[in-house]
């Protein structure tokens, strides 16, 4: 076995068996995430620099092959440089400014059921003995976990292919956490819940309200889920606010990129928005 040592806060070495040691070849750098540097395309692969929590994701990316979710990249092994091997997901991610096929409803509910379909396969599933996912507990909700969610299911992390998702990426920020939860999170970018002003251009018109409701019925929240959302939503928005300043204050990197270009202030404008319009959008959920 060859032991690699994970980069980062906390990290601690995990071993992988040598046979997972493969070899790089050319590499095509891949853009589009907020947090990792250093991803690169190799053939019909992804190289990505592992962290304290891979070894926790790797296992969690396993289970998703083992219970035949179709949904995710396949973890494939360990390269030479100590990168992780993720199998390439076929496809393309929304690019900036959002283009038609990934504002509409069909992308809406789309998303929705890939996230209700992932929930479900990651059910039951726990980290293994000796890894643990990140610990952004300062983002998370204080209830008892459910599953481990994706928690960052943005439009950079959703793959479509034939302008319908299909699969979703990136699994960073994935931690032990609710349903609710991550149904919020992902709704903050796609209902969107944020102000106006800070909304992709092709958002900025949308009616918010019965976005949310159509999300809620395609992923199939009950009338208990759909009565706590908006709360969860608003602790969400405070949390990550505080969780993101730290962390831009703490590890740097893609953090404090984000972090300068403004991360908490659109955090604060859209739970302000979300606090102007809380009536109207009840109103959609019951």
């Known amino acids: 076995m060859r032991r ?5 806060a906390g990290a601690a070495s995990f071993a992988y068996p040598a ?3 493969v070899s790089a070849l050319v590499e095509v750098p891949l853009a589009g995430g907020d947090v990792t540097d250093g991803v690169v395309r190799v053939g019909d692969t992804v190289r990505r620099p592992v962290r304290a929590h891979s070894p926790a994701v ?26 992780e091997i993720l199998s390439y997901v076929p496809g393309r991610t929304p690019p900036s400014p959002l283009p038609g096929y990934a504002v509409g409803d069909d992308a809406l509910v789309g998303v929705a059921r890939l996230l209700r379909r992932y929930h479900d396969a990651v059910a039951g599933f726990a980290a ?3 890894t643990a996912f990140d610990t952004c507990s300062a983002s998370n909700c204080d209830d008892a976990p459910e599953l481990v969610g994706h928690c960052d299911l943005t439009p ?6 034939g302008g319908h998702p299909v699969a979703m990426i990136d699994f960073d920020l994935a ?5 609710l939860f991550d149904v919020v999170t992902t709704l903050r970018h796609w209902a969107p819940v944020a102000d106006p002003i800070d909304r992709d251009p092709a958002h900025r018109t949308v009616s918010v309200g019965p976005r949310i409701a159509r999300f809620c019925a395609a992923y199939g929240l009950d009338d208990d889920q759909r009565a706590r959302l908006l709360p969860a939503l608003r602790l969400r928005m405070e949390r990550s606010y505080a969780a ?8 740097g990197g893609g953090w404090a990129r984000m972090w300068s270009a403004g991360a908490g202030g659109r955090l604060i404008r859209a739970r302000d928005w979300l606090d102007l319009h809380w009536d109207t959008l009840d109103g959609h959920l019951h």
Not at 4 to 8: A, I, V
Not at 175 to 179: A, E, L, Q
Not at 245 to 250: G, K, L, P, V
Request: proline fraction near 5%.
């Open 244 to 251: 993101m300043r730290d962390r831009a204050r703490t590890l």
């Open 128 to 130: 293994p003995e000796g």
């Open 175 to 179: 931690r032990p956490t609710t349903r």
């Open 19 to 21: 046979e997972m040691i």
């Open 156 to 161: 950079d992390n959703v793959v479509f292919r």
């Open 58 to 83: 790797h296992a969690l990316l396993r289970h998703l092959e083992d219970v035949g979710f179709d949904g995710a990249p396949r973890f494939l092994g360990m390269d030479e440089r100590g990168r």
């Open 4 to 8: 690699f040592q994970e980069s980062g």
